[in-house]
């Protein structure tokens, strides 16, 4: 069986080999991915050169932090992978960050700094991540490092740590988010709808941009971002000394999302079938404008934002007390559970974020260096991709072998969910914890 997955690796990677373009990198490549497939709790090059028979230290260490090659190719034949796979219309573009903890100060990008995937501040390196998915079955496409400001102020540390000219500017996650979304449409992969937490959806500009790319989105937004009614008007001001107005105003101020909320009509809404049965949570949602419009000062002398265009801002209730609040462009006929769904099917990125750590070993790289991150990162997901095209042809075959009427049966729950991603060894599968998020 070890052979069966090692000979379906092979072929499954001749797109990555082309990509590479080389007979050296041709071997390295194969052996790297097998080497984070494999058993071993670690996979950094030392142990993963350890246990393999023909590959040594020296020249998997090169391949992954020295070596001469492309990773712009390699990565898109990654996004061309997993369109293969997950590529659908009505499928989703899911924007996070993972975080990975780190001891020192030398390695890139490295430094104290809020992960949200801790839930606290911690010495580490924080990477955007980009995860097409449909079905409820994610393959992640991008992951990008965050760089903080004590490293894009210090030329010389981004230079040891051989940061490439063009990264050396100041982004913001957002700003990063924009620049991979971008790729992955060159690419040409297909998605319906772009998805985000609240520290991208809280941004005006990046809200901004996905719409001027003729995107649909749908992105958590802080509960204080003030709002305006769907109804509000835009009038000129009676000035009652002095000259008239010049521009317009809003003729009815903002409120907090959350007080726009606070005398909607909740319902339960369940999206998805879990491991113990239906999720649901209590949903509110209405039409508003958000203030993030230019800036203007009022009569008052206040500075105020001006409404942008309309959208939905929906609220969660949770079991738990918390509440959470979004907001969408999808269209104003969209039904409450069609909100709530697209909402929700972002908690799949995280499943990736979790089996990329614990099982293929994307936080165990110990070199420092900016392209060693970024090649280690690419390696793992092209791993995870083969992964998840084993798991699909797998629920293929399981349907197949189904009598009629029991295929018949369970059609719809299979296409939603087929079948555990396989652990480190394909030989054995184990299922990923599955929450209500």
């Known amino acids: 069986m070890d052979r069966d997955w090692r000979e379906d690796l092979e072929a499954w990677l001749a797109p990555f080999i082309e990509a590479l373009g080389h007979k050296a990198r041709a071997r390295m490549c194969p052996a790297y991915i097998a080497g984070l497939i494999g058993p071993g709790d670690r996979k950094s090059v030392q142990p993963m050169a350890a246990r393999a028979d023909e590959i040594n230290y020296d020249r998997l260490h090169h391949f992954i932090a020295a070596g001469i090659w492309d990773r712009a190719l390699v990565e898109a034949a990654l996004v061309k992978a997993a369109d293969r796979l997950v590529g659908d219309e009505a499928g989703?573009?899911?924007i996070d960050?993972?975080?990975?903890?780190?001891?020192?100060?030398?390695?890139?990008?490295?430094?104290?700094?809020?992960?949200?995937?801790?839930?606290?501040?911690?010495?580490?390196?924080?990477?955007?991540?980009?995860?097409?998915?449909?079905?409820?079955?994610p393959v992640m496409v991008g992951l990008r490092l965050f760089l903080p400001d004590e490293w894009t102020s210090d030329p010389e540390r981004m230079a040891r740590a051989h940061v490439p000219e063009d990264k050396r500017t100041s982004l913001t996650k957002p700003e990063i988010a924009i620049e991979e979304i971008d790729r992955v449409i060159a690419s040409g992969a297909r998605f319906g709808c772009v998805l985000a937490d609240a520290g991208y959806g809280s941004s005006g500009p990046f809200r901004q941009a996905l719409s001027q790319r003729g995107l649909s989105w749908a992105v958590g937004l802080s509960r204080r971002q003030n709002v305006y009614p769907a109804d509000v008007a835009?009038?000129?001001?009676?000035?009652?000394?002095?000259?008239?107005?010049?521009?317009?105003?809003?003729?009815?101020s903002p409120v907090a999302a959350q007080a726009s909320l606070a005398t909607e009509k909740w319902h339960r809404v369940s999206w998805r079938r879990g491991t113990k049965g239906r999720l649901a949570c209590r949903f509110a949602a209405r039409r508003v404008r958000i203030a993030d419009g230019h800036k203007h000062r009022m009569l008052d002398n206040r500075v105020q934002c001006m409404p942008g265009d309309e959208v939905w801002l929906v609220g969660e209730r949770r079991a738990s007390g918390e509440q959470k609040y979004y907001v969408s462009n999808l269209p104003a006929e969209a039904s409450l559970k069609t909100l709530a769904a697209a909402i929700k099917a972002r908690w799949i990125c995280e499943q990736a974020h979790q089996q990329l750590k614990e099982e293929l070993g994307l936080d165990h790289f110990e070199g420092r260096s900016w392209s060693g991150l970024h090649r280690h990162a690419l390696m793992t997901m092209i791993a995870y991709a083969f992964l998840q095209s084993r798991r699909l042809k797998a629920a293929g075959r399981k349907k197949k072998n189904r009598c009629p009427t029991a295929a018949a049966e369970h059609a719809g729950h299979q296409a939603s969910h087929p079948g555990p991603l396989y652990a480190a060894s394909p030989t054995a599968m184990s299922p990923l914890s599955k929450t209500s998020r």
């Open 234 to 252: 835009l009038v000129f001001p009676n000035a009652k000394v002095g000259k008239r107005r010049k521009y317009h105003v809003p003729d009815q």
């Open 97 to 137: 960050d993972t975080a990975l903890p780190k001891k020192g100060t030398h390695s890139v990008g490295v430094a104290p700094q809020y992960a949200s995937s801790l839930g606290k501040t911690a010495n580490c390196q924080s990477l955007v991540s980009v995860t097409l998915a449909s079905r409820e079955v």
């Open 92 to 94: 989703f573009l899911v």
